[in-house]
C-alpha cells in the first residue's frame, strides 16, 4: 500500500506530509483547499510530464516522495534487479524533484533512476483515477483497454502472442516494401556496381601500397640533395688521396697515439678501447656512405610510373575510401551487395512467403482473440448490471458491441462499443448520448469495482469519482468505495458526507494565508469528533448546526454498520 507522502513546494503547498492506511482513505475540504493539487503530485511522481509551473512562486525546486509497503510482486523485484538498484523486501521508495532548471531528478530507494523506470513501477503499485478518465469513458477507443484488462489468462496470452506477430508483420511488410525497391533499381544498380568492381579490380590493389609508394617518390623527387648531403659527408670521413686531414685520417692518429701510451695508465686503456670502437664504426659508416652514394641513380621514367600509380590510387580513394584498406573493404560490401542483387527474386519470393504465413497466423491468432473477448465481454455484460443496481441504476442496460473491422492491428481485428440505456423503453446508444454525469461517474465506478479484482496494483485513487451524484445514490457509492477498500488500499477525494462517513481514516484539507500575498495548503488527520464536524460541514454546506451535527453522528453511526455488514 502507498504508506507516507512527502510534498515541498508543489503549487500552493509549502510542506506536507501524511501518512495512508490500508482501507478506505478519503481527503475532503473546501473548493480550493489544494485537494486536487495533492492528486496531482502523486500523479507527477508516478510520471505525469513534468512542468515548471508547479514549482511554488519563490522556490527553486517541487520535491515529491512516497513510501510504499508491504510485500511486492516478483516483477517489481526483477524491475529493481535489472536496474540495479537495492531492493527493501519491505518498502519502496519513490522520490520526483522538478527543478526550474529542467534538471529533474528521479530516485528509487535514494538511487538516481531513469523517469521511464518510475513509469514501469508505477504501473504495478498505483492506478489514478482522474476527472480525464470519465471524458476517457466516453470513447470508444479506450472501451477496448477495459474489455482486455478482464480477459482470462489465456486471452492475454493471445493478446501478447498478437502483439508480437503483428510487430514481425510489420517488420517484414517494411522489409518486402524494400526488396520491391531494389527490384525497381536492380538493373541500374548492378551496372555501376559492375564499373566499379572492373576499376577497383584492374588496379590490383596491394595493402600497404600507397605508403610505399608515397616514400619512394619522395627520395626520388629529393634525390638530389640526398646525393650531395651523402658524397659531403662521405668525403668528410673518407677524405681523398689528396687530403689526409679526413676525420678518419684524424681519429687513427688519435687511436694510435693513446695505444702507444696505454700500458702506462688502466684508464687510457678504457679509453684507447672506446677510440678503437669509434674507429671502426666511423671506418663501416664511410665505407656504406660511399658505397650509397656511388649506387644513387635517378630514374626519371620510375618517378613518373610513380606518379601515375599514386594518381590512380587517389582517384579510387576520392570514389571508395581513404585508404586502400577501406576501398578493398567497399570492393568486398558490393560483391555481396551483387549477390543479394542477383538472388533478388528468390529473396523476395521468401520474404512474401514469411509474410503470408505470419500474417494466416495473426489472423488465426486475433480470431481466437475476438472468442474470448465475445466471452468475456458477455460476462461483463451481466457482472457491469449487477453493479449499476447495487449504484441506483436498477433500469440500466448494457451491451457491447462488435463492430465489423477488417483490417488487422497489434490488437486483433476488433473494434468494441460499449452501449447504454439508463432508463426503460430507451434503445441502447453510445454513452455519450444518454448519459447524466452522476450517471457515468457511477458507471466508471461500476466498472473500476470489477477491474479492481483483476488489476494487479494495490492502491486505487480517485479524484472526485462522486460527481454530480448525491442522496441515496452518494450512499450505495460509498458502500461500493468501501467495498473495494476492503481489497485494495482507496484514497478517494470527495464532496459527499455519505462516502466521507465510511473512512477508516479521514483527512481534512484547507487553505491557510499566514501574510500578505501568500497562500498555503495544510492537511489534518481528523480524530473521531473532528469527523463530525467536518461532516457536519459538508452536510450544511459549509455551515456547522446542531442538526448537522446530529445527521453527522447519525451517518457515522450507520456507516459503521454498513460496515460490519461487509
Same mark, same amino acid.
Given at each position: 500500500?502507498?504508506?507516507?507522502?512527502?510534498?515541498?513546494?508543489?503549487?500552493?503547498?509549502?510542506?506536507?506530509?501524511?501518512?495512508?492506511?490500508?482501507?478506505?482513505?478519503?481527503?475532503?475540504?473546501?473548493?480550493?483547499?489544494?485537494?486536487?493539487?495533492?492528486?496531482?503530485?502523486?500523479?507527477?511522481?508516478?510520471?505525469?510530464?513534468?512542468?515548471?509551473?508547479?514549482?511554488?512562486?519563490?522556490?527553486?525546486?517541487?520535491?515529491?516522495?512516497?513510501?510504499?509497503?508491504?510485500?511486492?510482486?516478483?516483477?517489481?523485484?526483477?524491475?529493481?534487479?535489472?536496474?540495479?538498484?537495492?531492493?527493501?523486501?519491505?518498502?519502496?521508495?519513490?522520490?520526483?524533484?522538478?527543478?526550474?532548471?529542467?534538471?529533474?531528478?528521479?530516485?528509487?530507494?535514494? =538511487?538516481?533512476?531513469?523517469?521511464?523506470?518510475?513509469?514501469?513501477?508505477?504501473?504495478?503499485?498505483?492506478?489514478?483515477?482522474?476527472?480525464?478518465?470519465?471524458?476517457?469513458?466516453?470513447?470508444?477507443?479506450?472501451?477496448?483497454?477495459?474489455?482486455?484488462?478482464?480477459?482470462?489468462?489465456?486471452?492475454?496470452?493471445?493478446?501478447?502472442?498478437?502483439?508480437?506477430?503483428?510487430?514481425?508483420?510489420?517488420?517484414?511488410?517494411?522489409?518486402?516494401?524494400?526488396?520491391?525497391?531494389?527490384?525497381?533499381?536492380?538493373?541500374?544498380?548492378?551496372?555501376?556496381?559492375?564499373?566499379?568492381?572492373?576499376?577497383?579490380?584492374?588496379?590490383?590493389?596491394?595493402?600497404?601500397?600507397?605508403?610505399?609508394?608515397?616514400?619512394?617518390?619522395?627520395?626520388?623527387?629529393?634525390?638530389?640533395? *640526398?646525393?650531395?648531403?651523402?658524397?659531403?659527408?662521405?668525403?668528410?670521413?673518407?677524405?681523398?688521396?689528396?687530403?689526409?686531414?679526413?676525420?678518419?685520417?684524424? %681519429?687513427?692518429?688519435?687511436? !694510435?697515439?693513446?695505444?702507444?701510451?696505454?700500458?702506462?695508465?688502466?684508464?687510457?686503456?678504457?679509453?684507447?678501447?672506446?677510440?678503437?670502437?669509434?674507429?671502426?664504426?666511423?671506418? !663501416?659508416?664511410?665505407?656504406?656512405?660511399?658505397?650509397?652514394?656511388?649506387?644513387?641513380?635517378?630514374?626519371?621514367?620510375?618517378?613518373?610510373?610513380?606518379?601515375?600509380?599514386?594518381?590512380?590510387?587517389?582517384?579510387?580513394?576520392?570514389?571508395?575510401?581513404?585508404?586502400?584498406?577501406?576501398?578493398?573493404?567497399?570492393?568486398?560490401?558490393? %560483391? =555481396?551487395?551483387?549477390?543479394?542483387?542477383?538472388?533478388?527474386?528468390?529473396?523476395?519470393?521468401?520474404?512474401?512467403?514469411?509474410?503470408?504465413?505470419?500474417?494466416?497466423?495473426?489472423?488465426?491468432?486475433?480470431?481466437?482473440?475476438?472468442?474470448?473477448?465475445?466471452?468475456?465481454?458477455?460476462?461483463?455484460?451481466?457482472?457491469?448490471?449487477?453493479?449499476?443496481?447495487?449504484?441506483?441504476?436498477?433500469?440500466?442496460?448494457?451491451?457491447?458491441?462488435?463492430?465489423?473491422?477488417?483490417?488487422?492491428?497489434?490488437?486483433?481485428?476488433?473494434?468494441?462499443?460499449?452501449?447504454?440505456?439508463?432508463?426503460?423503453?430507451?434503445?441502447?446508444?453510445?454513452?455519450?448520448?444518454?448519459?447524466?454525469?452522476?450517471?457515468?461517474?457511477?458507471?466508471?465506478?461500476?466498472?473500476?469495482?470489477?477491474?479492481?479484482?483483476?488489476?494487479?496494483?494495490?492502491?486505487?485513487?480517485?479524484?472526485?469519482?462522486?460527481?454530480?451524484?448525491?442522496?441515496?445514490?452518494?450512499? =450505495?457509492?460509498?458502500?461500493?468505495?468501501?467495498?473495494?477498500?476492503?481489497?485494495?488500499?482507496?484514497?478517494?477525494?470527495?464532496?459527499?458526507?455519505?462516502?466521507?462517513?465510511?473512512?477508516?481514516?479521514?483527512?481534512? *484539507?484547507?487553505?491557510?494565508?499566514?501574510?500578505?500575498?501568500?497562500?498555503?495548503?495544510?492537511?489534518?488527520?481528523?480524530?473521531?469528533?473532528?469527523?463530525?464536524?467536518?461532516?457536519?460541514?459538508?452536510?450544511?454546506? !459549509?455551515?456547522?448546526?446542531?442538526?448537522?451535527?446530529?445527521?453527522?453522528?447519525?451517518?457515522?453511526?450507520?456507516?459503521?454498520?454498513?460496515? %460490519?455488514?461487509?
Amino acid at each position: 500500500m502507498l504508506g507516507d507522502l512527502q510534498v515541498k513546494n508543489f503549487a500552493i503547498i509549502d510542506k506536507l506530509s501524511l501518512s495512508f492506511s490500508q482501507g478506505l482513505n478519503i481527503l475532503t475540504g473546501e473548493t480550493g483547499a489544494g485537494k486536487s493539487i495533492i492528486i496531482g503530485a502523486l500523479e507527477m511522481l508516478f510520471g505525469s510530464r513534468a512542468s515548471r509551473e508547479v514549482i511554488k512562486d519563490g522556490k527553486e525546486a517541487a520535491y515529491i516522495e512516497a513510501s510504499y509497503f508491504l510485500p511486492r510482486s516478483g516483477e517489481i523485484d526483477e524491475i529493481l534487479q535489472q536496474a540495479g538498484i537495492e531492493s527493501d523486501p519491505e518498502s519502496l521508495i519513490l522520490a520526483r524533484e522538478i527543478r526550474r532548471s529542467g534538471r529533474n531528478r528521479c530516485r528509487i530507494n535514494g =538511487q538516481l533512476v531513469p523517469l521511464k523506470l518510475i513509469r514501469e513501477i508505477a504501473g504495478y503499485l498505483v492506478d489514478i483515477h482522474g476527472q480525464h478518465e470519465h471524458q476517457n469513458l466516453l470513447k470508444s477507443s479506450y472501451h477496448l483497454d477495459i474489455l482486455d484488462e478482464l480477459l482470462p489468462e489465456e486471452g492475454r496470452e493471445l493478446l501478447t502472442r498478437m502483439e508480437t506477430g503483428y510487430t514481425r508483420l510489420e517488420k517484414l511488410q517494411q522489409q518486402k516494401a524494400k526488396l520491391e525497391k531494389k527490384r525497381g533499381e536492380r538493373a541500374r544498380r548492378l551496372d555501376i556496381i559492375d564499373y566499379q568492381l572492373k576499376e577497383i579490380s584492374e588496379a590490383n590493389l596491394q595493402p600497404g601500397e600507397l605508403e610505399e609508394l608515397t616514400r619512394e617518390l619522395k627520395k626520388l623527387d629529393n634525390l638530389e640533395e *640526398i646525393s650531395a648531403a651523402a658524397g659531403q659527408a662521405s668525403d668528410l670521413i673518407n677524405g681523398d688521396d689528396y687530403n689526409e686531414n679526413s676525420l678518419l685520417n684524424q %681519429l687513427g692518429r688519435i687511436k !694510435d697515439d693513446l695505444q702507444s701510451v696505454a700500458d702506462y695508465d688502466e684508464d687510457l686503456k678504457e679509453m684507447t678501447k672506446l677510440a678503437d670502437e669509434i674507429f671502426y664504426s666511423l671506418q !663501416d659508416l664511410g665505407f656504406r656512405l660511399r658505397s650509397y652514394y656511388e649506387n644513387q641513380d635517378f630514374d626519371q621514367n620510375r618517378a613518373e610510373q610513380l606518379r601515375q600509380r599514386l594518381d590512380l590510387i587517389n582517384n579510387l580513394r576520392r570514389k571508395y575510401g581513404e585508404s586502400i584498406a577501406e576501398i578493398l573493404s567497399y570492393q568486398q560490401e558490393i %560483391l =555481396q551487395e551483387k549477390e543479394e542483387l542477383e538472388g533478388l527474386e528468390d529473396k523476395l519470393a521468401e520474404v512474401e512467403a514469411d509474410y503470408q504465413n505470419t500474417r494466416k497466423e495473426c489472423q488465426e491468432i486475433a480470431g481466437r482473440l475476438t472468442e474470448y473477448r465475445k466471452e468475456t465481454a458477455r460476462w461483463l455484460e451481466n457482472k457491469l448490471i449487477q453493479e449499476l443496481q447495487e449504484l441506483a441504476m436498477s433500469e440500466a442496460r448494457f451491451q457491447v458491441d462488435f463492430l465489423e473491422e477488417k483490417k488487422l492491428t497489434s490488437r486483433g481485428q476488433d473494434r468494441i462499443e460499449f452501449l447504454f440505456s439508463t432508463n426503460p423503453g430507451m434503445e441502447l446508444k453510445k454513452l455519450k448520448h444518454i448519459a447524466s454525469g452522476g450517471e457515468v461517474s457511477r458507471i466508471m465506478l461500476a466498472f473500476k469495482t470489477i477491474i479492481a479484482g483483476f488489476d494487479r496494483v494495490q492502491t486505487l485513487i480517485f479524484d472526485e469519482v462522486d460527481s454530480g451524484v448525491g442522496g441515496e445514490t452518494a450512499l =450505495q457509492m460509498a458502500n461500493r468505495l468501501f467495498k473495494i477498500s476492503i481489497q485494495r488500499q482507496v484514497i478517494c477525494i470527495t464532496h459527499l458526507p455519505q462516502i466521507a462517513s465510511m473512512a477508516d481514516r479521514h483527512f481534512y *484539507i484547507e487553505k491557510i494565508i499566514p501574510g500578505e500575498n501568500e497562500v498555503q495548503t495544510r492537511i489534518t488527520r481528523l480524530s473521531e469528533e473532528e469527523r463530525k464536524q467536518e461532516i457536519a460541514r459538508m452536510v450544511g454546506g !459549509d455551515k456547522k448546526t446542531a442538526a448537522g451535527l446530529k445527521h453527522a453522528d447519525e451517518m457515522l453511526s450507520r456507516a459503521e454498520k454498513i460496515k %460490519l455488514k461487509i
